[in-house]
């Protein structure tokens, strides 16, 4: 289920989309009726994709386009709007858009957008969903390769050796769950009981904490006799 948030000030538009969407099946979608609260909202709700209208009230979606961009360079942002001139659309572009869509549209073409998006990115949805492993995935603000053992967040790219790449996979399809040291363990080396395999865990979790530092929202959390938790 990909969450949107749709920042759209006329309701009955945003009420017309969001049916649309919905009927889809791929979609939750919230609503904001201005800058200000689609601001208030996307700090909350952490969505997926952000769909703004350009002229608002309060806050216009330029202003909160930046905000976006300032805070996560990586979510998905699609402004609409019913100018098309080539200087509207070179702004939104050039303040960090991923797309530009014309209104009036319908949700189907709203979720083309989306999908053409979603390819680029190579993140899975709900369409290949249980045919194949998501290549990107989102941890906080980090993007994360699966296959290229890169974590990106901004203009940093952090390049992953397998082993640390493949104990955050173990933590990320875990997330907020914690993951016996013992199954960690066995995933890598045969005797998990082995005081040298134990403390190269120990390495492993301090560098990838390092690599995660610059989101405070993600943490790795070490429980004495329990195990490790990956916090999202």
């Not at 979603?118 to 906080?140: K, M, W, Y």
Request: net charge negative.
């Amino acid at each position: 289920m990909i969450k949107i948030l749709l920042v759209e000030d006329d309701e009955a538009c945003a009420y017309t989309i969001q049916g649309g969407l919905e009927l889809i099946g791929d979609y939750a979608v919230i609503r904001a009726k201005d800058g200000v609260e689609g601001w208030s909202l996307y700090c909350t709700e952490k969505p997926d994709v952000v769909v703004s209208d350009i002229e608002m009230p309060f806050m216009d979606g330029g202003e909160l386009l930046k905000k976006i961009r300032a805070d996560n360079p990586s979510v998905v942002v699609i402004m609409e709007s019913g100018k098309t001139t080539p200087k509207s659309v070179v702004e939104s572009l050039e303040l960090g858009a991923d797309d530009y869509i014309k209104k009036p549209f319908i949700a189907e073409e709203l979720h083309a957008h989306i999908q053409a998006i979603f390819r680029r990115l190579h993140i899975r949805t709900n369409e290949n969903q249980e045919d194949s492993p998501a290549t990107v995935v989102r941890i906080g603000k980090y993007r994360f390769d699966v296959h290229e053992n890169m974590l990106e967040i901004g203009m940093q790219t952090i390049k992953l050796t397998d082993r640390e790449a493949n104990i955050l996979k173990i933590l990320y399809d875990r997330k907020n769950t914690t993951v016996p040291r013992k199954e960690i363990l066995s995933s890598f080396w045969k005797d998990e009981n082995d005081p040298f395999h134990s403390r190269s865990l120990d390495v492993f979790i301090s560098k990838l904490r390092k690599y995660l530092s610059f989101d405070p929202s993600v943490k790795i959390v070490v429980t004495r006799g329990k195990g490790i938790r990956l916090i999202d």
